[in-house]
């Protein structure tokens, strides 16, 4: 299994427009086929901080979720305009 988890910060005034950015990516990611979890949080305190935890199947399962129309449209065009990535990191679930 593989876990990947990412920060984003949403650009001042665009909090609600990260979230429903995330909340569509969630919502398709979680219908492909290796995808076992898509969770999206929201910092209680700083609305802007965003918390991705995602698990995959294998890698294979984490490229395709990569190459999906959902993801190329919603986490690589239209989430840079609005947010900026913080960190990204991917784990081996033991």
Not at 3 to 17: H, R, S
Request: hydrophobic residues 35%.
């Amino acid at each position: 299994m593989i876990v990947l988890t990412v920060q984003w910060l949403a650009n001042i005034g665009e909090e609600d427009k990260v979230r429903d950015l995330f909340l569509n990516l969630a919502e398709a990611s979680r219908k492909e086929p290796g995808c076992k979890l898509y969770l999206v949080h929201q910092h209680r305190d700083n609305r802007r901080r965003f918390f991705l935890y995602e698990q995959y199947e294998d890698d294979a399962a984490l490229q395709a979720h990569r190459d999906s129309p959902h993801f190329q449209t919603y986490g690589m065009q239209h989430l840079p305009e609005v947010a900026k990535r913080i960190e990204g990191e991917l784990y081996n679930q033991l």
